[in-house]
Every structure is written in structure tokens, then in C-alpha cells.
Nanobody
Framework: QVQLVESGGGLVQAGGSLRLSCAAS????????MGWFRQAPGKEREFVAA???????YYADSVKGRFTISRDNAKNTVYLQMNSLKLEDTAAYYC?????????????????WGQGTQVTVSS
């Protein structure tokens, strides 16, 4: 089992940047595929980005070219670098861990979830 704790959220102006971090407990972090999801008020939670065990990545079209997911297995941490933020990026951001092989894009493919960190983009 793994516990996930997100950090790095906050208030930022449109066009700005934030880096989210997700620290995982346990000694087998490298064996998990990781992902980021977000949920805006009144909307369903949606996929943002994912990274596999070997470093392969996949992004939602809405963030491609602006967001970068990465992982540091030595630190048991996955990151989401968010640049050129837009108003529509405002949401609670969640990281998730999956025991499955590959780059996991669906919520049902994840086994463990963090509590989330709020990102608010202002004009």
C-alpha cells in the first residue's frame, strides 16, 4: 500500500507557473505508474497527465505543451510542472498511483489517491 501527499498548490495569475509535488510513502515507488487528475467545481474529475514506471508520459490535450509530468524515484516523488496557466486550469489536483504496467489514463486504473491540492488561477 502507498500513501500520497500532494503539495505546491496555490493562487497564481494567468500566464504564471506552479509546480505540484506528490510524495509517496513506501519503498516501492518505482514500481507504480503515476498520474495527475483534476476536478473543477461542478465538474467531474478529469485526467491531466500520467507517467509510467519507465518514464513514458501522456497528457490530456488541454494541457499538452504547457504541463510536464516527471518522477524522481530516489525521492519517491512525482511532479507536475504547470506553465502558461489559464483560468480553466483552476481545480483541485490529485495524484494517483497504479500497480498496472504502462501509462495509465483512466481513473479506474489507479489504486491509490492523494487528498488533493487546490490550484486557483486568477485573471
Amino acid at each position: 500500500q502507498v500513501q500520497l501527499v500532494e503539495s505546491g498548490g496555490g493562487l497564481v495569475q494567468a500566464g504564471g507557473s506552479l509546480r505540484l509535488s506528490c510524495a509517496a510513502s513506501g519503498r516501492t515507488f518505482s514500481s507504480y505508474a503515476m498520474g495527475w487528475f483534476r476536478q473543477a467545481p461542478g465538474k467531474e474529475r478529469e485526467f491531466v497527465a500520467a507517467i509510467g514506471r519507465s518514464g513514458g508520459t501522456y497528457y490530456a490535450d488541454s494541457v499538452k505543451g504547457r504541463f510536464t509530468i516527471s518522477r524522481d524515484n530516489a525521492k519517491n516523488t512525482v511532479y507536475l510542472q504547470m506553465n502558461s496557466l489559464k483560468l480553466e486550469d483552476t481545480a483541485a489536483y490529485y495524484c494517483a498511483a497504479s500497480i498496472w504496467v504502462g501509462v495509465i489514463r483512466t481513473q479506474s486504473g489507479y489504486d491509490y489517491w492523494g487528498q488533493g491540492t487546490q490550484v486557483t488561477v486568477s485573471s
